[in-house]
């Protein structure tokens, strides 16, 4: 059973910085990437951003520059230092674990940027 417990998220007024992290425990299989993606009300799920094991990175367009994704894999924790938030950045922020085993979810924190 693996287990991903997200935390950091909140309210912020626009501009300001939130950093989200989820720590994954558990029996966890061999792990291939982490990932953040978010919901708006109304909205699909998007990919937010991602990093494989070996490191590399990916980012919606709409948070490079502003969003930056790192991971401590003695921890098997995945980071996501948001600033320059924008009250379009509002949603549900979800971590996801990609493992050899299959994906897993955390169970989502808010994020509310105000303007």
């Known amino acids: 059973q693996v287990q991903l417990v997200e935390s950091g998220g909140g309210l912020v007024q626009a501009g300001g910085s939130l950093r989200l992290s989820c720590a994954a425990s558990?029996?966890?299989?061999?792990?291939?990437?982490m990932r953040w993606y978010r919901q708006a009300p109304g909205n699909q799920r998007e990919l937010v951003a991602g990093?494989?094991?070996?490191?590399?990175?990916n980012y919606a367009d709409s948070v490079k520059g502003r969003f930056t994704i790192s991971r401590d894999n003695a921890k098997n924790t995945v980071y996501l230092q948001m600033n320059s938030l924008k009250p379009e950045d509002t949603a549900i922020y979800y971590c996801?674990?990609?493992?050899?085993?299959?994906?897993?979810w955390g169970q989502g924190t808010q994020v509310t940027v105000s303007s």
């Open positions: 990093i494989g094991s070996g490191g590399s990175t």
């Open positions: 558990g029996s966890i299989p061999s792990i291939n990437a």
């Open positions: 996801t674990l990609i493992t050899t085993g299959g994906s897993y």
